[in-house]
């Protein structure tokens, strides 16, 4: 085998995952897109944000995946304004 320097590369088969979350953080969440879609000029749907939200915010695996999120949509809020449409 060679010497190689680059190590072998891990598992990135995407997979697919339903999840249940409250009201409150479906309307945060896509709050959250139309404000992407406004800094970027682009929409993506929450399916796509949500997986970079997470790597953004260090995610560790944890029970509750929807305090997380909240804790990043928090964050995220307290340095803007946000209004509700």
Do not use: N, Q
């Amino acid at each position: 085998m060679a010497d190689l320097k680059l190590p072998a590369l891990p598992d990135r088969t995407p997979v697919k995952m339903s999840i249940h979350v409250m009201p409150e953080l479906v309307d945060a969440l896509s709050d959250y897109a139309k404000m992407y879609a406004a800094a970027y000029g682009r929409e993506e749907p929450v399916s796509a944000l949500v997986p970079a939200m997470l790597e953004a915010s260090s995610w560790r695996p944890v029970y509750d995946i929807s305090m997380i999120l909240w804790r990043y949509l928090d964050c995220f809020f307290a340095s803007r304004e946000c209004e509700r449409k």
